[in-house]
């Protein structure tokens, strides 16, 4: 996962915190949301269960961290 980056939902604990800290040590650049910020990795205040506040966290994580060099 080296280079890549990740968007873990509810990863401040339990299954999602798990998956994100594999993907961490596995190289990604990872990024948590969850309905609290928090700072576990980097992380994004969402929920998920409303489509917009989903919307808004993978934008915030793409335009942030994946657009083009020099954009």
């Known amino acids: 996962m080296k280079g890549k980056v990740a968007l873990v939902a509810g990863g401040r604990s339990g299954i999602g915190l ?25 992380g994004i205040e969402a929920d998920f269960s409303d489509p917009a506040s989903a919307q808004r ?15």
């Open 18 to 42: 798990t998956i994100a800290q594999r993907f961490s040590v596995d190289g990604a650049r990872v990024f948590t949301a969850q309905r609290r910020a928090d700072i576990v990795f980097e």
């Open 57 to 71: 966290a993978v934008s915030t994580v793409t335009d942030l961290f994946l657009a083009p060099e020099g954009y």
